[in-house]
């Protein structure tokens, strides 16, 4: 069956470094686009970034284009959020989902269970 597991997350400085992981299993990696979403405390969900099928085009929201990187790794099945220059309003628990296609359609069809970030001081 399709498992997402997140992992990478923790407790950072203002200004610090984090690379969350989201190792993908149960289907076709190379064939879906994936996207990172998180959900801070009291607040919905926000869709974060995403990235096609086979990396050739990545989308970033407003408010972490510039300090958020997302990558992936098709041959280790494995989906990555490098985030730099943290803020404490990055603070939330990171989700890894599974896109229904190559490109990227936010038609989630799984998710992770979820990684904390908590950016303080």
């Known amino acids: 069956q399709v498992q997402l597991v997140e992992s990478g997350g923790g407790l950072a400085q203002p200004g610090g470094s984090l690379r969350l992981s989201c190792a993908a299993s149960?289907?076709?990696?190379?064939?879906?686009?994936m996207s990172w979403a998180r959900q801070a405390p009291g607040k919905g969900l926000e869709w974060v970034s995403g990235?096609?099928?086979?990396?050739?085009?990545?989308y970033y929201a407003d408010s972490v284009r510039g300090r958020f990187t997302i990558s992936r790794d098709n041959a280790k099945n494995t989906l990555y959020l490098q985030m730099n220059s943290l803020k404490p309003e990055d603070t939330a628990l990171y989700y890894c989902a599974k896109d229904g296609r190559k490109t990227i359609s936010r038609d989630y069809d799984y998710w992770g269970q979820g990684t904390q970030v908590t950016v303080s001081s």
């Open positions: 149960g289907f076709t990696f190379s064939s879906y686009a």
């Open positions: 990235i096609y099928s086979d990396g050739s085009d990545t």
